[in-house]
């Protein structure tokens, strides 16, 4: 069963979807170039087996999430628990498989939420309506609490961070159990 996150993630990574509007004649072209170049990318797909050279060009996202895709799919076709998670239930296999489960999609969410091209789906970022103008190679705002906007966006990226690396955690503490 697809979650939210994932089907919003999978929305934006189709690799034969036109880059550009289709109303607009002036942007045919690229969209035509770009279906026979994603043929090209498919097939570097098949011949290297993990990747093509579009993949890897922001390769730490595309990692994340097919990491957080796979899990999801583990979680809905795993058939067993390790026993770690048994003795925590007190034997109860039921209730250990449940936690497992959890767990794992709890980690798969963790990742979603730590992809920079979910970010807005994942969080709410604050409007900047104020006027920024560049100066020296310096970002300097005419108006308006600038303040509030630059703390919400580092924040969204200090908590994209800590989700990353509390799912690698949790990741690196059960890779053994990945096999089930």
């Given at each position: ?122 969080y709410e970022i604050p409007k900047m309506s104020d006027i920024v103008v560049y100066k020296d190679n310096k970002v300097e705002f005419v108006s308006g609490p600038e303040d509030k906007w630059i703390n ?29």
């Open positions: 069963m697809k979650s939210v996150v994932r089907a919003e993630y999978e929305k934006h990574k189709d690799l034969f979807a036109p880059y550009l509007n289709w109303k607009y004649p002036s942007c045919w072209w690229g969209n035509i170039r770009w279906f026979f170049r994603s043929f090209k990318l498919a097939f570097e797909r098949a011949r290297k087996g993990y990747s093509c050279n579009y993949d890897i060009m922001d390769f730490n996202d595309y990692f994340v999430g097919v990491m957080a895709c796979a899990l999801e799919d583990f979680a809905d076709k795993n058939i067993g628990v390790p026993q770690d998670y048994i003795d925590a239930a007190d034997g109860d296999d039921e209730k250990a498989f449940e936690n497992w489960n959890n767990d794992i999609r709890r980690v798969s969410q963790l990742l979603f939420k730590s992809l920079e091209s979910l970010e807005e789906f994942n919400k966006t580092r924040e969204i990226a200090f908590d994209r961070i800590k989700c990353r690396k509390e799912a690698f955690e949790w990741l690196n503490e059960h890779w053994e159990n990945l096999w089930i």
